[in-house]
């Protein structure tokens, strides 16, 4: 019996490993085994690939002058930016602002900090999921230290103003921090032109394996680290390099750059043709089109449960998501659509479609198909 077809439309919770990432990871752990820190000539050896994929992360982001601090994915690389930056700057003030759509990894830091005596602005988004820079200008004191807004929503897929924003952070002294874990490598992020202080980006988001990541630190900023040891990173964030990991962010960034401007145009294809199909039966989108990456489509199904829409588009081969992936097996109304000031009734019907290089433009009608049934025999 022929097994049915499954369709996988979680990319923004994480994605497939390309097979030429695995082949580098492979060509690395079989050749490059050495510790990077050895003075050996096996360890220079794997020190010269590890460098040089700090190299190559530093081009991808624009940040030729920038830290690149290898860590082990989005979670750590934020917990990093904000406690670090926040500890190590203590001393100019002790207020941080941030929205109110924030990774867990960014908005957890902060209330962490909040027993530690900081104080922190949690200012919200709009009906379109979007911080107004104004907002940010205005809440600014003497005592701000740090902002951090992220650059693309993981639940939304909101395009932030961190340009803007950044600019305010800029022209106030005051070090600005961005979550770019579901932006790199699908919006430009150039972190010269920005002025960014720290940028999180993360491996398993771009088709590189799961557990490594970066954050980009602006040279000569301080930052206290948060693990103890060794040497390396620049003391930022010691412990043996996962060097097999970090080859592979590499090479899946390189192959993402690659690919940008096709891969972006193919998606905005599907999006379109995916949202005008179930808005026949009334599914409405949970923010503009124009205000989202195409890649990430929440979709509100009035009257209908997400819970329930879930099990059955996965029963029917649809594998989609509802809240954040890291809270999934307790779906309750999403915090982030709340924040967008939708009725809990109308919030709990929201489930993400996240489309990536495994979805098939020629399979995008009988997706739209199965949740159009799915969503109606409900
Ligand atoms: C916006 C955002 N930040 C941070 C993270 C955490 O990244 P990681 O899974 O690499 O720890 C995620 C992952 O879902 C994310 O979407």
Same mark, same amino acid.
């Given at each position: 019996?022929?097994?049915?077809?499954?369709?996988?439309?979680?990319?923004?919770?994480?994605?497939?490993?390309?097979?030429?990432?695995?082949?580098?990871?492979?060509?690395?752990?079989?050749?490059? +085994?050495?510790?990077?820190?050895?003075?050996?000539?096996?360890? %220079?050896?794997?020190?010269?690939?590890?460098?040089?994929?700090?190299? &190559?992360?530093? &081009?991808?982001?624009?940040?030729?002058?920038?830290?690149?601090?290898?860590?082990?994915? $989005?979670?750590?690389?934020?917990?990093?930016?904000?406690?670090?930056?926040?500890?190590?700057?203590?001393?100019? $003030?002790?207020?941080?602002?941030?929205?109110?759509?924030?990774?867990?990894?960014?908005?957890?830091?902060?209330?962490?900090?909040?027993?530690?005596?900081?104080?922190?602005?949690?200012?919200?988004?709009?009906?379109?999921?979007?911080?107004?820079?104004?907002? !940010?200008?205005?809440?600014?004191?003497?005592?701000?230290?740090?902002?951090? !807004?992220?650059?693309?929503?993981?639940?939304?897929?909101?395009?932030?103003?961190?340009?803007?924003?950044?600019?305010?952070?800029?022209?106030?002294?005051?070090?600005?921090?961005?979550?770019?874990? %579901?932006? #790199?490598?699908?919006?430009?992020?150039?972190?010269?032109?920005?002025?960014?202080?720290?940028?999180?980006?993360?491996?398993?988001?771009?088709?590189? =394996?799961?557990?490594?990541?970066?954050?980009?630190?602006?040279?000569?900023?301080?930052?206290?680290?948060?693990? #103890?040891?060794?040497?390396?990173?620049?003391?930022?964030?010691?412990?043996?390099?996962?060097?097999?990991?970090?080859?592979?962010?590499?090479?899946?960034?390189?192959?993402? +750059?690659?690919? #940008?401007? #096709?891969?972006?145009?193919?998606?905005? &294809?599907?999006?379109?043709? +995916?949202?005008?199909?179930?808005?026949?039966?009334?599914?409405?989108?949970?923010? =503009?089109?124009?205000?989202?990456?195409?890649?990430?489509?929440?979709?509100?199904?009035?009257?209908?449960?997400?819970?329930?829409?879930?099990?059955?588009?996965?029963?029917?081969?649809?594998?989609?998501?509802? $809240?954040?992936?890291?809270?999934?097996?307790?779906?309750? !109304?999403?915090?982030?659509? %709340?924040?967008?000031?939708?009725?809990?009734?109308?919030? %709990?019907?929201? !489930?993400?479609?996240?489309?990536?290089?495994?979805?098939?433009?020629?399979?995008?009608?009988?997706?739209?198909?199965?949740?159009?049934?799915?969503?109606?025999?409900?």
């Amino acid at each position: 019996m022929k097994s049915k077809q499954r369709f996988y439309c979680d990319h923004a919770a994480t994605t497939p490993i390309d097979e030429i990432v695995l082949s580098e990871i492979a060509r690395i752990s079989r050749g490059r +085994f050495a510790n990077p820190s050895s003075t050996h000539q096996s360890g %220079q050896a794997a020190k010269s690939e590890l460098e040089k994929s700090r190299r &190559k992360m530093a &081009k991808f982001c624009n940040a030729p002058n920038a830290n690149v601090i290898f860590t082990s994915g $989005g979670t750590e690389s934020d917990n990093l930016a904000i406690l670090g930056l926040a500890r190590g700057n203590r001393e100019n $003030g002790n207020h941080i602002i941030i929205s109110n759509i924030e990774h867990p990894a960014v908005a957890e830091s902060c209330k962490y900090l909040e027993n530690d005596g900081f104080e922190i602005s949690v200012l919200p988004v709009d009906k379109n999921g979007i911080l107004p820079p104004e907002s !940010v200008k205005n809440a600014i004191r003497k005592n701000t230290i740090l902002i951090s !807004v992220m650059a693309v929503n993981n639940e939304l897929g909101t395009i932030q103003p961190i340009e803007e924003i950044a600019k305010i952070a800029n022209g106030n002294g005051i070090l600005f921090h961005t979550d770019a874990v %579901q932006a #790199f490598g699908k919006i430009p992020i150039d972190f010269e032109k920005i002025g960014f202080d720290a940028l999180s980006i993360s491996s398993h988001k771009i088709y590189g =394996p799961k557990g490594v990541g970066a954050l980009v630190l602006k040279k000569n900023v301080k930052i206290q680290p948060l693990v #103890f040891g060794g040497k390396q990173e620049n003391l930022i964030r010691t412990g043996t390099e996962n060097l097999p990991g970090i080859v592979g962010f590499a090479k899946a960034a390189e192959l993402m +750059f690659a690919h #940008f401007e #096709f891969e972006n145009a193919r998606l905005k &294809k599907i999006e379109n043709k +995916f949202v005008a199909k179930l808005s026949e039966i009334g599914a409405q989108r949970t923010v =503009p089109t124009e205000c989202a990456y195409p890649g990430i489509i929440n979709l509100l199904f009035p009257g209908i449960s997400a819970e329930i829409l879930l099990q059955k588009l996965d029963l029917a081969g649809v594998e989609a998501s509802g $809240g954040s992936a890291c809270s999934s097996g307790a779906i309750k !109304v999403s915090p982030v659509v %709340q924040a967008l000031g939708i009725p809990d009734e109308i919030a %709990q019907s929201a !489930v993400r479609f996240s489309f990536g290089r495994a979805t098939k433009s020629e399979d995008i009608s009988e997706i739209a198909e199965i949740v159009t049934e799915q969503a109606i025999i409900l």
